[in-house]
């Protein structure tokens, strides 16, 4: 009868469960699906920020991988260091994550960096006339327990995004932190509810002959096949394990290649 209770209970709570049937080396591990409220998850690139929604420390003792990942997860690294940092494959960690997302237990953005631009969208409307998610919002954007941070300066800074602005810029113009608000949380937050989208760009190589007028760090973008159109600043960096600023400064204005830029996560 308890061990009924105590699952019935934890899956109705939280959709599993772990109940010692004797002590703690005999445990009965239950999780429910439905799958309706589920879709296959996206492809996860190397240069994706896992954003962890849930509690996983219970979770966590359930999958070898996730028990081995778990401590790394900070909301901070993306994909490619949290594997280098947890000693796992890639693929292996692209896999959890995956999981992870599946049963609405994380989520991904890009790496969030001062040098990023980002613009405010139509959904800062919808929660300009919604309490609950303006409360929310105070509560994951606020440094330290006192004092509450003010909606209309929250609301203040989201709209300084209207234009398209660095979020470097932001802080030269702006003060979040004297209002006790985090600028990383706060660019998160609008991230996962879509109030901000983030620019991304995309280079393409035009001419594959390079002639001598060309950059010399060229030919290590071409030899590593990321002039494709396919591979973000954010890609390009991760992957050639260099930084953001180094391949801005390398492609940004080379004429040999064209910077696609589209508006994403």
């Known amino acids: 009868a308890v061990v009924s209770t105590q699952s019935t209970g934890g899956i109705n709570e939280k959709g599993y469960c772990s109940v010692n049937v004797i002590d703690e080396l005999n445990v009965i591990k239950l999780s429910y699906i439905n799958k309706e409220h589920f879709h296959d998850p996206p492809e996860i690139k190397d240069s994706d920020v896992p954003i962890i929604t849930s509690d996983l420390e219970e979770c966590s003792d359930w999958d070898l991988t996730l028990r081995e990942l778990y401590p790394h997860l900070d909301n901070q690294k993306p994909i490619r260091l949290l594997a280098d940092r947890s000693l796992l494959g890639i693929d292996l960690v692209k896999k959890c994550i995956q999981s992870l997302i599946y049963y609405n237990l994380a989520t991904v953005i890009s790496p969030i ?4 631009t980002y613009y405010v969208t139509n959904a800062i409307h919808t929660i300009m006339q919604d309490v609950d998610l303006q409360e929310e919002c105070k509560q994951y954007v606020k440094m330290h327990p006192e004092p509450e941070p003010e909606w209309e300066n929250i609301f203040n800074f989201y ?19 004297e209002k006790n608000i985090n600028e990383r949380k706060l660019v998160e937050f ?14 393409v190589v035009r001419n594959l ?3 001598s007028d060309s950059p010399p760090q060229l030919k290590e973008y071409l030899a590593n096949e990321v002039l494709d159109g396919q591979h973000s600043f954010d890609d390009i960096s991760v992957k050639l394990k260099c930084k ?4 801005e400064e390398d492609l940004e204005f080379c004429k040999n290649v064209t910077i696609i830029q589209k508006l994403g996560v």
Not at 244 to 247: D, E, G, I, S, T
Request: hydrophobic share 40%; glycine share 6%; charged share 25%.
């Open 113 to 116: 960096q001062y040098s990023n």
């Open 159 to 177: 709209v300084t995004f209207q234009s398209g602005i660095k979020l470097k810029r932001l802080l030269m113009f702006e003060k979040p932190f």
């Open 190 to 203: 609008g991230l996962l509810k879509g109030i901000l989208k983030r620019l991304h760009k995309y280079p």
């Open 209 to 211: 002959d390079i002639d």
């Open 244 to 247: 953001l600023n180094k391949v």
